[in-house]
């Protein structure tokens, strides 16, 4: 079957880092998005991995161990505006069809 | 250049009655993707098209139904709504060759009453 996991809610404190992971098991693999949804907004995208290692952008930095069906997203120096959904998705085989988790609630305290 | 435009942006609709929703994709892209999305269960995918074309479709009953037009615009259309239908419905579009150009719109807010 196909099954992505993710936390479902995360505290943290402003100016601290965080790691927001997500496993996945799906019948075919062509990359893995994480995405920031503010309440209320649209899905924006972070960050893509298709190869194993670590993606570095700016605060933010992601993850993928394709064999450990794993990857985690990185938020470091956080701010308040960081608080929102955070969404792990994989793309599946050869489509442009997303399957996601039902995402991390992050609230970033003072 | 502009987003993903979706219209409208909220619905109150009453059971049994049909809806159909709008999506504009970004100028140039031909991949059109709709997502369901609640509470409890997240987004989840319902159809994908590509010049007009239907290349996937979720697991959702047949009362959801979807085309594209030649100028990569796509509709959805549920007919016979229920409760449960009450939900985010986004859209996003990709650009060909685009690894990870997928643009969200601003989605549509269905109440069903």
Known sequence: GQNIDQPTEMTATEGAIVQINCTYQTSGFNGLFWYQQHAGEAPTFLSYNVLDGLEEKGRFSS???????????????????????????????NTDKLIFGTGTRLQVFP | KAGVTQTPRYLIKTRGQQVTLSCSPISGHRSVSWYQQTPGQ????????????????????????????????????????ELGDSALYLCASMGTGDGYGYTFGSGTRLTVV
């Open chain 2, 42 to 81: 997240g987004l989840q995918f319902l159809f994908e098209y590509f010049s007009e074309t239907q290349r996937n479709k979720g697991n959702f009953p047949g009362r959801f139904s979807g085309r594209q037009f030649s100028n990569s615009r796509s509709e959805m259309n549920v007919s016979t709504l």
């Open chain 1, 63 to 93: 993850f993928l161990s394709r064999s450990k069906g794993y990857s985690y997203l990185l938020l470091k120096e956080l701010q308040m505006k960081d608080s929102a959904s955070y969404l792990c998705a994989v793309r599946e085989g």
